[in-house]
């Protein structure tokens, strides 16, 4: 089976607002309505698991019987990070799942993903057996930052450049075979690795010597993270509505 987990436990304070960024309704429908349809009329997912804010549960059971979402099978409560809410769910399809499924794990406010997207990563990880990530190269110019800071703080520079042709830019999904990414968080947490890299699944991986396999992404498969990505995701809704 092929089972999608679907990440939206964050409170999204960079949007500001009292509404989380994935219940925010563009076009009369939450962001999260948008994502999860994506993955439910894809011909190749089987079930869908949303990992979700807990104030927020019963609005996603609503959500399924609006909008006919014949594969959410599961809602359970998220963490406070990437990396908690995806052990929540990892832990969470372990009496329901086998080891050889593929679980594709993908932030609730990023409804731009394609069904070329998720196919690619279930091909990729199907061939190697453990995981595909949706990856894109980098087109523009880079350089180190100064601090960890933002470039918005006047006190921050560059003086080294990258070469930009090295650099994967890494999204979501992440395709794992179950059995190992339930794996890949066991030796985390037993090492202790997990308290102390940045909570994401692949720097988890990269910590613990694990190979990342790329799958295909793309530059528009964006992450809404900011008012000024929302507006862009509303023009794009009112467009796509235009053309039907």
Not at 87 to 95: E, N, V
Not at 107 to 115: D, I, K, L, R, Y
Not at 125 to 153: E, F, P, R, W
Request: net charge negative.
């Amino acid at each position: 089976m092929n089972i999608a987990m679907i990440l939206a436990g964050g409170v999204g304070s960079r949007l500001g607002g009292d509404i989380p960024k994935q219940f925010i309704e563009v076009c009369g429908r939450p962001v999260l309505a948008y994502t999860v349809e994506a993955f439910d009329k894809h011909p190749d997912i089987d079930a869908i698991l949303v990992v979700s804010l807990g104030t927020h549960i019963d609005h996603v059971w609503d959500m399924k019987e609006k909008y006919a979402f014949t594969k959410l099978k599961w809602v359970t409560e998220g963490g406070d990070t990437f990396q908690t809410s995806v052990i929540k769910g990892i832990d969470f399809l372990r009496d329901k799942i086998s080891r050889d499924d593929t679980v594709l794990i993908h932030f609730g406010a990023s409804p731009f993903v394609t069904g070329e997207i998720i196919s690619d990563a279930i091909r990729v990880c199907g061939i190697n057996g453990t995981n595909a990530i949706s990856t894109t190269d980098y087109y523009l110019l880079a350089g180190v930052k100064h601090s960890t800071s933002s470039v918005t703080d006047p006190e921050n520079h560059s003086d080294e450049y990258i070469n930009r042709d090295t650099i994967a830019v890494m999204n979501t999904p992440h395709a794992f075979r179950y059995g190992f990414v339930d794996d890949l968080y066991r030796e985390g947490m037993e090492t202790g690795m997990t308290d102390k890299v940045e909570p994401h699944t692949t720097t988890l991986m990269y910590a613990l010597g694990k190979r990342i396999y790329f799958s295909k992404g793309s530059q528009t498969n964006i992450k809404i993270t900011t008012r000024e990505d929302l507006e862009f995701f509303e023009n794009y809704i009112r467009g796509k509505g235009s053309k039907v």
